[in-house]
């Protein structure tokens, strides 16, 4: 059974850098595409991006500027960077998996990591 | 970006009642449709793909339906542990996007 966990800092400044990692364990991180979702404290859903095992990314245009993912596949770890944070960017963000290019859905989550926007 | 708007926003409904809750596309999707069940302070749970079909290991009183704009998950003899937020979700084109959710409580 693939398990996924999200680690990294849960308070960041703003105008600072948000990094996030997720590890999964129980298979490999080769094939399938590794993304990311947010949810805002009692808001919805928000997908943010994917990046397939071989480097192919695509992101939500609406953060495409600032966001970087990434992949170790040596670690089978996956990782999230988001620049220049302000107090919108507030969420528990959620590492999940897309078994392919043409399911689009997610069936493998983590259990989200709550990172606070504050100085 | 597809937009993706469930109703209603929140239900209350009895144990054995049979509830639905509706999701439309801001434009057309085919059955590029997925739903998820989420409680409170967990991560979303998997339930369906395609607009019908039913994740391994979700109960049977879970069904979906619809295709094109509009979509339906139902469940069809409520049980105290559906108490949730369910959200539908488009896999018809990048962003993905959800719907709002549908708070679904038992009486």
């Known amino acids: 059974q693939v398990q996924l966990q999200e680690s990294g800092p849960g308070l960041v400044k703003p105008s600072e850098t948000l990094s996030l990692i997720c590890t999964v364990s129980g298979g490999s991180i080769s094939s399938y595409y590794w993304t990311w979702i947010r949810q805002p404290p009692g808001k919805g859903l928000e997908w943010i991006g994917y990046m397939y095992y071989s480097g192919s990314t695509n992101y939500n245009p609406s953060l495409e500027s600032r966001v970087t993912i990434s992949i170790d596949t040596s670690k089978n770890q996956f990782s999230l960077k988001l620049s220049s944070v302000t107090a919108a960017d507030t969420a528990i963000y959620y590492c999940t998996r897309d078994p392919s290019l043409f399911s689009g859905y997610f069936d493998f989550w983590g259990q989200g990591t709550l990172v606070t926007v504050s100085s | 970006d597809i937009q993706m708007t469930q109703s209603p926003s929140s239900l209350s409904a009895s144990v054995g009642d049979r509830v639905t809750i509706t999701c439309r596309a801001s434009q057309t999707i085919s059955t590029y449709l997925n739903w998820y069940q989420q409680k409170p302070g967990k991560a979303p749970k998997f339930l369906m793909s395609?607009?019908?079909s039913l994740q391994s290991g979700v109960p049977s009183r879970f069904s979906g339906s619809g295709s094109g704009t509009d979509f339906t998950l139902t469940i069809s003899s409520l049980q105290p542990e559906d108490s949730a937020t369910y959200y539908c979700?488009?896999?018809?084109?990048?962003?993905?996007?959800f719907g709002q959710g549908t708070k679904v409580e038992i009486k």
């Open positions: 979700q488009q896999s018809y084109s990048t962003p993905r996007t």
């Open positions: 395609a607009a019908s």
